[in-house]
DNA sequence: TTGTAGGCGTTATCAT
DNA sequence: ATGATAACGCCTACAA
């Protein structure tokens, strides 16, 4: 091993390594300057920087985290050096020595939701802003992968871990975790983690509009079709329902496409020639063409005879709006930024104690597919 | 500063932290063990594990990572204590060590496409088969993040960068990780960086069979529509069409609606109402709806008088497709899971110096909007 | 085969 | 205010 001068230390030098060494007069005396050309260049660290602007390593540090107060001139020279070498601290390193890898993990049990898309790009944006980024991993549908992911992302020592839509207990996982004080924070999923505080849109406000307005055009009665365990709402959605029909006087049926394994067109037609037929369907967004279609091959129309509302909680459904439907919107990319800064907070300051609602993100917004009740 | 004997070592106690410190029986003599309780817990090191199985740390590392043997009972020794620590090695100082982050990058202009959603969940697959973890970076559509989005990923030292539906020239913002050494790997855009190797899918073989079953149906003219400029299809499909067409003899038409602001509607009306009207209508996947209502809304039955196929490139497209619409369907999961190979094959021995195209990721499936060309 | 002793790039502590 | 220095957790060339 060959040592040579580098900066203010010597350092060993790989054999494969050509160098050449300078001296470089300053007002200080002499210090030396190693170029090193290896097969796979070096970055530039903050003693190159330090080099350049004739300062010590610390000084640079001190001069570029603001740590502590740093002669101006001294500072200016740093960050001159900083342009013209295109020095970016090693997030590893910093990582290494701070305890902190500036990263959030976010797990998917399957990315196949749109929603997935919107909530990636949120987080993406509030992490981001605030310097963070973003360890986006999914298990592909198959639980056998959780194990091994979550150990991945604790090898990644993330600073915070958010769940999307996982399955089953994921106590044995997320323990080291917890364990590190790492914040766990879930995506609302129907139940969370038990202790772990979950994260989901208060779509209250956005529900109670819908139904007022519904019930303003007479609509008496609604049927809300769920599909597939992964469509299904959270029980807050259930819930606000709930409470904005009874405060009108309008009754709801729920149908599972899930129970019994009956599809879509099966459901909107047993509801529709039952006795007590509904005026109105509430479905996801994914499944709305078909409620549309199902009813259309009955000979009805919408919205003559049956009006038709959809959650639509992906910006993506955009593409898939051509009836124009109408729609209680819930701004996904919105929730996941707003999640995001959760995490931020809870890395900051610990883990929450309770379940936080994020008001304001869903709204009524109508549209074609709903009109006045028909009259019997 | 408190200094406490701690394994093999002395180490330095922040004031903070309460120790005691143990003294534990074994064969080699009196070790020392010191329990810390921080704040927050510092999660198990290489240091832990090596005290527990009774070994330096430097033999606990060999018996991990295999790199010279180790003795048998050695190595079942710090397996053990690993099992029983629950060790998992901090990713950021074997980063900082071999010069190696195991990060890939993903930076995408916007994450709206469903396309991207199959994207990432490839490139994670692949990358986590590596043991590799993906950064996700979106600009938001919004090209004045790019600077501090790219910068941000070189301050994590990525690996690897995969471009998605990147805006621009880019140079300057690439010019570090080129520098580095970093293989940036753009995913089929109409024309990659220069320099830079593009992966794409070879759409080739779906489109000649599409394209040989449309005409065995009687069908000698068809209109592609495009639309929008992230939704442009990439030359090389284009050429395909082009190739196929001209082997059967079919004209081709080319309409888009971003040229002169037209809508979907639009360009169907004015195709179907032209001298000589396609019988086919090849759109990309999200317009598809849009043109059989258009169709439909012209007086024509699909496909009686007017056939449609449709580019699928997204797996969320399924949920879509209530109409069964036939497509070419291109797997952009296995797109991204190919891309994900090349990106850290190129880690190992560098950039590939050719365009990669991926073939039989594409596929001609028949469907319910697809008939026998009407006679005249 | 095993242990010792750096050093990766950064920040924090301690003298000056 | 500045600089030398010691960590952070890991790997590895070298000595034993």
Redesign the pocket.
Same mark, same amino acid.
């Given at each position: 091993?060959i /040592?040579a001068p580098?900066g203010?230390? $010597?350092?060993?030098i790989?054999a494969v390594w050509n160098f050449e060494c300078v001296t470089r007069d300053r007002e200080?005396g002499l210090r030396y300057r190693l170029y090193v050309s290896a097969e796979r260049p070096?970055?530039?660290?903050?003693?190159?920087?330090?080099n350049e602007a004739?300062?010590?390593?610390?000084?640079?540090?001190?001069?570029?985290?603001g740590? /502590?107060?740093?002669?101006g001139?001294? $500072?200016a020279r740093v960050r001159t050096a900083v342009e013209t070498l295109g020095?970016?601290?090693?997030?590893?390193?910093?990582g290494?020595?701070?305890?902190r890898t500036m990263t959030i993990g976010v797990f998917f049990h399957e990315l196949t939701s749109p929603v997935s898309l919107d909530l990636i790009d949120g987080l993406g944006a509030a992490a981001h802003a605030g310097r963070y980024s973003l360890a986006v991993t999914s298990a592909r549908g198959d639980r056998s992968q959780y194990a091994s992911l979550f150990q991945h992302l604790y090898g990644q020592r993330v600073d915070g871990i958010v769940l999307a839509w996982p399955l089953g207990d994921l106590s044995a996982h997320l323990a080291p975790f917890v364990r590190a004080g790492v914040p766990v924070i879930t995506f609302r999923s129907q139940r969370g983690e038990p202790g772990l505080p979950v994260v989901s849109a208060d779509t209250s406000a956005g529900t109670t509009q819908a139904v007022n307005a519904l019930a303003a055009l007479g609509h008496r009665g609604m049927t809300v079709i769920a599909h597939g365990i992964l469509w299904t709402p959270p029980a807050s959605r259930r819930r606000n329902l709930d409470l904005a029909t009874e405060a009108v006087g309008m009754w709801l049926r729920r149908r599972s496409s899930r129970d019994a394994g009956l599809s879509v067109r099966e459901i909107v037609t047993s509801e529709l020639t039952s006795e007590d037929p509904p005026t109105v369907f509430l479905a996801p967004n994914a499944d709305v063409r078909e409620v549309i279609e199902s009813i259309r091959a009955l000979g009805k129309r919408v919205p003559e005879h049956v009006s038709v509302v959809s959650f639509a909680d992906s910006r993506f459904g955009a593409t898939v709006r051509s009836e124009r439907p109408a729609v209680i919107d819930i701004d996904s990319y919105e929730l996941g930024r707003r999640m995001g800064e959760v995490v931020l907070e809870a890395i900051e300051n610990g883990t929450p104690d309770e379940d936080i609602r994020i008001p304001g993100l869903a709204r009524w917004v109508p549209g074609a597919t709903v009109g006045p009740a028909p009259r019997r």
């Open positions: 091993m /040592r580098y203010q230390y $010597e350092i060993p790989p200080a070096r970055p530039v660290t903050l003693m190159d920087v330090a004739g300062v010590s390593v610390s000084t640079a540090s001190r001069a570029l985290t740590a /502590r107060r740093v002669r001139d001294l $500072e020095y970016r601290p090693n997030e590893a390193a910093r290494l020595r701070m305890a």
